[in-house]
Nanobody
Framework: VQLQASGGGLVQAGGSLRLSCAAA????????VAWFRQAPGKEREFVAA????????YYADSVKGRFTISKDSAKSTVYLQMNSLKPEDTAVYYC???????????????WGQGTQVTVSS
């Protein structure tokens, strides 16, 4: 499975960005697709996840109410809509695919290349 992440950029605090994660060949209905982020000097952390088949969504407390994960089955793409961005959201964002819901990066076996999100104050 090849994952292609895109949509990062530079935005002012309070602004919005939408990240995309496209899968060549599509996602299995049993898959879980997640977004993680990693800031300089910090560990990679869970942001949000969606069960591809059911569409159930899960969020880290730090982004709940600001970020929305969604999917477009026809395009085999998962989106992360990020609103009310804060400087502490600055990180490289990665999408990943796993066989089950997990909050640890090690449980995901396919990763996209990462896209930089920078939020200025």
């Amino acid at each position: 499975v090849q994952l292609q992440a895109s949509g990062g950029g530079l935005v002012q605090a309070g602004g919005s960005l939408r990240l995309s994660c496209a899968a060549a060949g599509g996602f299995l209905s049993s898959s879980v697709v997640a977004w993680f982020r990693q800031a300089p000097g910090k560990e990679r952390e869970f942001v949000a996840a969606i069960r591809w088949g059911r569409g159930s969504t899960y969020y880290a407390d730090s982004v709940k109410g600001r970020f929305t994960i969604s999917k477009d089955s026809a395009k085999s793409t998962v989106y992360l809509q990020m609103n009310s961005l804060k400087p502490e959201d600055t990180a490289v964002y990665y999408c990943a695919r796993g066989a089950s819901l997990a909050y640890a990066p090690a449980q995901y076996n396919f990763w996209g290349q990462g896209t930089q999100v920078t939020v200025s104050s």
